[in-house]
Structures are given as C-alpha cells and as structure tokens.
C-alpha cells in the first residue's frame, strides 16, 4: 500500500497518521521547523523494510525539539523498536500499542490496543499486564498472548519510558 | 564426527589445520562474532543451535544441487502444498505484487509467529535481486519451505553476481556501529542493514554463489519461536563460493 502521511489533531495537538508501507517508496514530509509535542498514530503502517527504517530515522533525527508521542502501534513497528536502537526518536513516549493475542479454540489472531499505565503498567523496571481475557475473546475461550512478554515489552523499559506515559 | 568439523576450542587454539572446506562448530558463538569470523577466515563455515553440520559438508559438495533444492538440503520437506511456496519472479516484476502473494501464502495462523520477519526478509531478497539484476528479464527463484519445525525462505538467481564479502562488511558495520551510526555514515539508500535484519531475524543464512550458474541466499528460523526469542538466539552463517565454471 503506497505510504502517505495524513494530518489530524489529538488533545490540541498535531496528530500525524502514516499509512501504508515505509520504504523506498515512502516520502516523509518536511517538517524541520516544527517545536512541541506531536503525535503519531502507527495503527495503518503495514510493514517497514531497511529503507524506511533508514528514511524514518532521519527523519525523526530532523526534529530533535520536538516530544513524539506514539499511539496504535503494530507489532512489526515494535518489532523494530526493539531490535533497533536509535528507532524510537530521543524522549518519545509509546502510548499505546497493539498486542497479538491467539485463539487456540477458534484459531484466530486478535491484535488487542493496550495502554501504557492502563493495561501496560510498569513497575520497579519490571512489565506487568492487567487486562480481561474476555475482552480478547469470546466467554470460555483462553487466548494466549502471543509474544514472549518479557521480552516484546523491553523497549519501554529499555527507552526509560514512565508510568505515566 | 566428519573431520571437516572443528570445534570453536580447537580452532581458537590453532590446532585445527588448514581451514580449507572446514565446518566450525560453537554453540557460544554470537551473531557478530560469526559474522567476523567469516569474514577473517573465509573458507570457514560457522554452525550454532544444534544444526546439523555434517549437512553443511554435504551441501557443500553438491553445490548445484543446494542451489536448485535448498529446501529438500536443508530440512526434511512435507508433502502439504500449504507448506511450499515457490515462485519465479523477474527484475521487472511489481513488488507490491509479489509481497501480495507471499502474504496471501503467510496467511495460516501456523505462520503467524514468523509472519512480519518472513515478508520483511522477502522484501530485502526481492530488493537486493532487482538490484543486482542488471537487465529487467532477468529471473530469479524465490521460495518459502515449511515443515512442523522450521521454515525457510530463499532467493536464488541465475546470474552469480551475489558479492558475499559486500553482504558480511555491511552485517559487520551494523554489529560494530549500530544501526543508527551506520545510518549517519553511509550516504546509500539502505547503509546494508538490510543484509543484518535478514541475518537477524532467523537462525542462520547461507550465502551461495557459484559464478555464471547463479547465487542463493536462504535464511532459516524455527516456526513457532517468537520473534524476539529469535533475535536473541545464536546463528549459523554459512558461506559457499563455487569455482568460476
């Protein structure tokens, strides 16, 4: 899906939407002067390859004065805020991301939005999550969460990120 | 055991011999560290995870046949269509197109664990093949192979240009700098991470070139790890030059 940025508003500020694929493709706007705090909603990014983590860290490298705040975020972008450091911008906060869960009795993936200090709450530099089952599921079934929970949720811990994101 | 295997112990204390056709076996070896390992010492394949190495001894004397079967060398291939996707594509051909199928393929819950890395490492293969590919009706095979345990996903071409030392330097930049100053140095359009996430993301990569007959770059990784228990485990990096035929 080509990519492109959509502009919106969140809490008074600048909510940016990326949609699509980010690669060699994908052009970020230029938004060198821009100061403050910015949201930015990952929920339709489909996939990112080398390219576009190259165009996305440069990006962001950009804009060094402004506080980005992520929201929606899919598992392939977590993936990379994981496993690349540097991809998440300097001071950034992940809101919320999405988490995949698996259904073994109806054989299906659910990718559930969790909150930071909601159901994400991170004490003492340890992840613990508190959420309902049957808001993942129907009654009876036990979805399991998909990912290896120690390890999916370290770049909140590993970025400093707070409680009270 | 194959006196082509050579134990990391053995190896470290010189008492290997000729490293000519010689397998290294080490379960400690890191990623970086097996990617300076076989850039130091070419001839040199580096096996972790329990692999199989006397598989590699074989491969690597049947080098033709690893680059038209690499499934069947590497694991034991089920007969379930659902578990085969194999496919010719050209350098001309829409990726947008070509990622479609390989997701339609990825689909099954059975995949859903190596889902993301599998179209992220199809997008790198397919890249680095239109890259190189220096005419449009240029052909390359491109296939995923799947059983209980282990999937894999390979590109072969027909042309042999692959440069593996190119593949390992820009692996090693990324180990040694990370990713974000290798970004800062390298003025290319990708600064090669891309050859280090594919590397990443499975458990081991073969990188056979035999010149004029064709390249083939195949990575492996268990089918129902996570994808962040993988990036931490340990990987083969096996490296085949052929001869110039």
């Keep these: 899906m080509a990519f492109e940025v959509q502009q919106g508003q969140i809490d008074n500020n600048l909510l940016l939407m990326l949609v699509g694929d980010i690669d060699e493709e994908a052009v970020f706007p230029s938004l060198k002067n821009l100061t403050g705090e910015i949201y930015i909603d990952l929920k339709s990014v489909s996939s990112i390859n080398s390219i576009g983590i190259r165009a996305w860290i440069l990006w962001f490298g950009e804009m060094a004065s402004v506080k980005f705040n992520f929201i929606n975020c899919p598992k392939a972008m977590v993936m990379q805020m994981n496993m690349v450091e540097g991809f998440l911008p300097q001071g950034a906060q992940v809101k919320t991301l999405q988490v995949p869960f698996y259904c073994e009795n109806c054989d299906e993936e659910k990718d559930i939005v969790f909150e930071v200090g909601k159901e994400i709450q991170i004490q003492g530099g340890q992840i613990l999550l508190k959420f309902d089952k049957d808001r993942v599921c129907g009654p009876g079934c036990e979805p399991e969460l998909d990912v290896n929970e120690s390890k999916y949720f370290r770049f909140l811990i590993n970025g400093g990120q707070s409680q009270a994101a | ?245």
């Design chain 2, 1 to 245: 055991m194959s006196k082509k295997v050579i134990h990391l112990k053995d190896y470290i204390k010189g008492v290997h011999g000729s490293l000519q056709d010689k397998v290294v076996v080490g379960s400690d070896i890191r990623p970086g560290q097996a990617v300076n390992l076989a850039i130091q010492h070419r001839p040199l394949q580096v096996i972790t995870n329990g692999f199989d190495e006397l598989r590699i001894v074989k491969i690597k004397d049947d080098i033709d046949k690893f680059l038209d079967q690499p499934g069947e060398c590497l694991i034991e291939i089920t007969e379930d269509i659902s578990s085969r996707f194999q496919q010719k594509f050209f350098a001309n051909s829409s990726k947008g197109d070509f990622l479609l199928q390989v997701d339609q393929f990825l689909k099954s819950s059975k995949f859903r664990r190596v889902r993301e890395d599998l179209h992220l490492i199809s997008d790198e293969l397919f890249t680095n093949f239109t890259k190189s590919a220096s005419s449009p009706t240029r052909s390359m095979k491109f296939g995923i192979d799947a059983n209980d345990e282990t999937v894999l996903v390979y590109c072969r071409d027909y042309f042999g240009t692959l440069n593996p030392s190119s593949m390992l330097e820009n692996m090693q930049r990324c180990f040694n700098e990370g990713i974000k100053n290798a970004i800062r140095k390298d003025k290319g359009a990708g600064a090669g991470i891309g050859s280090y996430l594919i590397f990443t993301l499975g458990v081991g990569m073969a990188i056979t070139v035999s010149p004029g007959k064709g390249s083939l770059v195949v990575v492996w990784m268990p089918r129902n790890a996570h994808h962040e228990d993988r990036v931490d485990m340990n990987k083969s990096l096996i490296i085949i030059e052929g001869k110039e035929s």
